[in-house]
């Protein structure tokens, strides 16, 4: 492990499903929507053993068909709008604000990466208490959707002095781990959010059960 002040590694943080413990608020706006087209509910261990992007071939997976326009618009509202309303009796994910204060105390930088909307996100991080904490916080700012990798290309570009390389992102999907790989990143990805571990391990790279375990792995792997 590197000494203090030698690790030049830079963290991206994902923050639904990783930061944030969001999955049951997820899985019960998801049930929210699914209801707008007929779908019983579903458990959330079903939601991580079937989760994809896009979210369109994740409610194909299920529903047995591609939703039409009208149907994807309707529930893409109602998921968002439930999800808002319960997204309030969320919690930070065990340890993550300590571990954001370590790594900043220690001199070392991090910033956030999500596809959430960033006019939602930003006041949402602010009201944890942890913004301080980051050099940059980036939300998606197109229509639901897009592609992380893409997401994470431009974060890189504004963050100007942070090489790729001397990066890794702690997600808790398969579209971080792809994203990183599109930068040139490493990435560790985390069991407590949207998928079930044999998904994140058929991704083949770091899985790991918490965020502890995750940073400290990040440690070792610096350059």
């Given at each position: 492990?590197?000494?203090?002040?030698?690790?030049?590694?830079?963290?991206?943080?994902?923050?639904?499903?990783?930061?944030?413990?969001?999955?049951?608020?997820?899985?019960?706006?998801?049930?929210?929507?699914?209801?707008?087209?007929?779908?019983?509910?579903?458990?959330?261990?079903?939601?991580?053993?079937?989760?994809?992007?896009?979210?369109?071939?994740?409610?194909?997976?299920?529903?047995?068909?591609?939703?039409?326009?009208?149907?994807?618009?309707?529930?893409?509202?109602?998921?968002?709008?439930?999800?808002?309303?319960?997204r309030?009796?969320?919690?930070?994910?065990?340890?993550?604000?300590?571990?954001?204060?370590?790594?900043?105390?220690?001199?070392?930088?991090?910033s956030?990466?999500?596809?959430?909307?960033?006019?939602?996100?930003?006041?949402?991080?602010?009201?944890?208490?942890?913004?301080?904490?980051?050099?940059?916080?980036?939300?998606?700012?197109?229509?639901?959707?897009?592609?992380?990798?893409?997401?994470?290309?431009?974060?890189f570009?504004?963050?100007?002095?942070?090489?790729?390389?001397?990066?890794?992102?702690?997600?808790?999907?398969?579209?971080?781990?792809?994203?990183a790989?599109?930068?040139?990143?490493?990435?560790?990805l985390?069991?407590?959010?949207?998928?079930?571990?044999?998904?994140?391990?058929?991704?083949?790279?770091?899985?790991?059960?918490?965020?502890?375990?995750?940073?400290?792995?990040?440690?070792?792997?610096?350059?």
């Open positions: 492990m590197a000494k203090h002040g030698e690790n030049r590694t830079h963290l991206v943080w994902d923050w639904n499903g990783t930061l944030l413990d969001d999955i049951h608020a997820v899985v019960g706006a998801t049930n929210s929507a699914f209801a707008e087209v007929g779908l019983a509910p579903i458990t959330v261990e079903r939601y991580r053993s079937t989760y994809c992007v896009p979210i369109p071939l994740f409610y194909e997976r299920l529903l047995g068909r591609t939703p039409n326009d009208a149907e994807w618009q309707r529930m893409d509202v109602v998921f968002h709008d439930a999800y808002a309303e319960l309030a009796a969320c919690l930070l994910t065990d340890g993550a604000a300590e571990l954001l204060a370590g790594w900043r105390r220690d001199g070392r930088s991090q956030l990466l999500s596809m959430h909307g960033h006019e939602q996100l930003i006041p949402t991080v602010r009201g944890y208490g942890i913004e301080e904490h980051f050099v940059r916080v980036d939300g998606r700012t197109g229509p639901s959707g897009g592609s992380k990798a893409l997401h994470m290309e431009r974060h570009a504004a963050l100007g002095t942070v090489a790729p390389e001397h990066a890794v992102v702690i997600g808790d999907a398969v579209d971080d781990a792809v994203a790989a599109h930068v040139g990143a490493r990435v560790v985390f069991t407590g959010g949207s998928h079930d571990r044999a998904a994140l391990e058929a991704a083949g790279v770091p899985v790991v059960d918490s965020l502890a375990e995750a940073v400290a792995l990040a440690e070792a792997m610096a350059l």
